[in-house]
């Protein structure tokens, strides 16, 4: 199996790392999500309806769509703060990269444990840089919520292609496919990983501080 690999690139302020993360991840959970299977007899199932919720960002003119599961969104936003605080620690200004895969398991004969096969993965490269006051502060917020506006139509059009998907399972084989653990919502299986970066490269933040003066200049 082939898996899918996506990269999608963001530079923010310190203080937009959160929400500019979990808009983006619960984007992708969004349109990656069923309602939970009921299953009647093997190979008979009805799929429960999935809620909706939107989202203001406190800190980006921006508002997104996730999926109305408190279980799920604490999840989430666990491996985000996780992923914020590695990032300040390492240093002022970061460069860092939060990954979302999704898997499926293949039953493996025993001693062995089961294979985790990745179909897809979502990689999010975030540059943090440092702002001089507060005009500037206010000038990314709207410049990210604009970028991520476009992130966002991006990852619907990635989503929409006729690409793999796992097959629907029967019911003895729904957790090789489904995180099941949750009441309300069924993600297809995935994990959450990141990694960090020593330092920013001096061409984004150039960028950034550029985009900001040629706005201040108009």
Known sequence: MNCRSEVLEVTVEARQVEESMLALLHTILLHRSTGKFHYKKEGTYSIGTVGTQDIDCDFIDFTFVRVSSEELDRVIRKAVSEFKDALSNSG?????????????????????????????????????????????????????????????????????RHEYLPKMPTQSEVDNVFDTSLKDVQPYLYKITYQITDSLGTSVSTTMRRLIKDTLAL
Do not use: H
């Open 92 to 160: 002022s200004d970061g460069m860092g990269q939060i990954s979302l895969e999704f898997y499926q398991k293949k039953k493996s004969r025993w001693p062995f444990s089961d294979e985790c096969i990745p179909w897809e993965v979502w990689s999010i490269k975030v540059n943090v840089v440092n702002l001089a006051n507060e005009q500037e502060r206010q000038i990314c917020r709207e410049k990210v919520g604009e970028k991520l506006g476009e992130k966002v139509i991006n990852v619907v059009e990635v989503i929409n």
